[in-house]
T-cell receptor, first 114, second 113 residues
Framework: DADVTQTPRNRITKTGKRIMLECSQTKGHDRMYWYRQDPGLGLRLIYYSFDVKDINKGEISDGYSVSRQAQAKFSLSLESAIPNQTALYFC?????????????FGSGTRLTVV | AQSVTQPDIHITVSEGASLELRCNYSYGATPYLFWYVQSPGQGLQLLLKYFSGDTLVQGIKGFEAEFKRSQSSFNLRKPSVHWSDAAEYFCAVGVRGAQKLVFGQGTRLTINP
């Protein structure tokens, strides 16, 4: 099994719908992150969490919300999806030492909003 | 704030040719530096990382990178590419005490047979 699992792998949804992307990890890491990837823009941070009670906005959090249900689970929600949220979404984890060890990534969720 | 620039959006090389992907960062202190690879339909996999010490670091799949403080660069190299190296490559920077990595825009590598 993968260390970081994202579900679903692919999703097509309609404008205005609420959608949740899920991430679970078996790494035992405290820190979890949600990024979106767009062509030519690289990865941009949406939200990150250092433990269950610690949630922080990233550079592009508008239109998104998150929930850290447990140390191993971190979900991303789009409350009312819009077409420019069409992107590839990645969940990542890191240990307590944070950036020094880099991240472990999930395989991504490709989201299309029509 | 730190930033990372990958000047080349897309590079095409022939199989067996050498490869160099460029990465420049902006930060005053010595950062932690990473290269990740994303194969089609896959997540990002760590190729190599630099924390301190020897400025030439070896990674997986035959890749290496050299940290040059004077040029604020961390370029990725491979002496002879294989068709399976076709992917997108991301450079990332982190600093001590920072909360997150910052990624470059990515370089897409195409391999000609």
């Amino acid at each position: 099994d993968a260390d970081v699992t994202q579900t679903p792998r692919n999703r097509i949804t309609k404008t205005g719908k609420r959608i949740m992307l899920e991430c679970s990890q078996t790494k035992g890491h405290d820190r979890m992150y949600w990024y979106r990837q767009d062509p030519g823009l690289g990865l941009r941070l949406i939200y990150y969490s250092f433990d269950v009670k610690d949630i922080n906005k990233g550079e592009i959090s508008d239109g998104y919300s998150v929930s850290r249900q447990a140390q191993a689970k971190f979900s991303l929600s789009l409350e009312s999806a819009i077409p420019n949220q069409t992107a590839l979404y990645f969940c990542a984890t890191s240990d307590t030492y944070g950036t020094g060890q880099g991240y472990t990534f999930g395989s991504g969720t490709r989201l299309t909003v029509v | 704030a730190q930033s990372v620039t990958q000047p080349d959006i897309h590079i095409t090389v022939s199989e067996g040719a050498s490869l160099e992907l460029r990465c420049n960062y902006s930060y005053g202190a010595t950062p932690y530096l990473f290269w990740y690879v994303q194969s089609p339909g896959q997540g990002l996999q760590l190729l190599l990382k630099y924390f301190s010490g020897d400025t030439l670091v070896q990674g997986i799949k035959g890749f290496e990178a050299e940290f040059k403080r004077s040029q604020s660069s961390f370029n990725l190299r491979k002496p002879s590419v294989h068709w399976s190296d076709a992917a997108e490559y991301f450079c990332a920077v982190g600093v001590r005490g920072a909360q997150k990595l910052v990624f470059g825009q990515g370089t897409r590598l195409t391999i000609n047979p």
